[in-house]
């Protein structure tokens, strides 16, 4: 069932009340995600590259038009210890949050998280001499 008859089909704020048992193939790595493994009744990103499609305005109401790729960007920890992703859609810019699954790719997790380490706002060959000018000892040693 395509996107436009789930809108047709189902009236605003079904899938908050009822389970998404449906599989669907993801738009960007063409891998088959099925609903079993996610540790959740409301799958809504792929398990391998984490990707996911803008369709809901608000979580579960399936009103979003855009329906581009809702790519994910960061990852965040919770209160409770529960990390959750940060998708940013490449079409409109919308940005959401969704519960990690059960079942998603922990490298890609991994790599979602370390990339700010990876790739710091400032050239990692001065942090002595801006800890120096912080008054620290400059020395890593």
């Given at each position: 069932?395509?996107?436009?008859?789930?809108?047709?089909?189902?009236?605003?704020?079904?899938?908050?009340?009822?389970?998404?048992?449906?599989?669907?193939t993801?738009?960007?790595?063409?891998?088959?995600?099925?609903?079993?493994?996610a540790?959740?009744?409301?799958?809504?990103?792929?398990?391998?590259?984490?990707?996911?499609?803008?369709?809901?305005?608000?979580?579960?109401?399936?009103?979003?038009?855009?329906?581009?790729?809702?790519?994910?960007?960061?990852?965040?920890?919770?209160?409770?210890?529960?990390?959750?992703?940060?998708?940013?859609?490449?079409?409109?810019?919308?940005?959401?949050?969704?519960r990690?699954?059960?079942?998603?790719?922990?490298?890609?997790?991994m790599?979602?998280?370390?990339?700010?380490?990876?790739?710091?706002?400032?050239?990692?060959?001065?942090?002595?001499?801006?800890?120096?000018?912080?008054?620290?000892?400059?020395?890593?040693?």
């Open positions: 069932m395509n996107r436009e008859n789930k809108k047709k089909s189902f009236e605003k704020g079904y899938y908050k009340t009822h389970a998404c048992n449906e599989t669907f993801c738009k960007l790595c063409g891998r088959i995600v099925t609903p079993e493994g540790g959740t009744n409301h799958r809504n990103h792929c398990p391998n590259c984490l990707s996911s499609l803008h369709v809901d305005d608000e979580p579960g109401d399936r009103l979003a038009d855009c329906g581009g790729i809702m790519e994910p960007v960061a990852v965040w920890v919770k209160k409770n210890g529960e990390w959750a992703i940060i998708h940013r859609c490449r079409v409109c810019g919308k940005i959401s949050s969704n990690v699954a059960a079942d998603d790719n922990p490298i890609k997790l790599s979602i998280a370390m990339k700010p380490l990876t790739s710091p706002p400032f050239p990692i060959e001065r942090i002595e001499e801006m800890t120096r000018l912080m008054g620290g000892e400059g020395s890593v040693k």
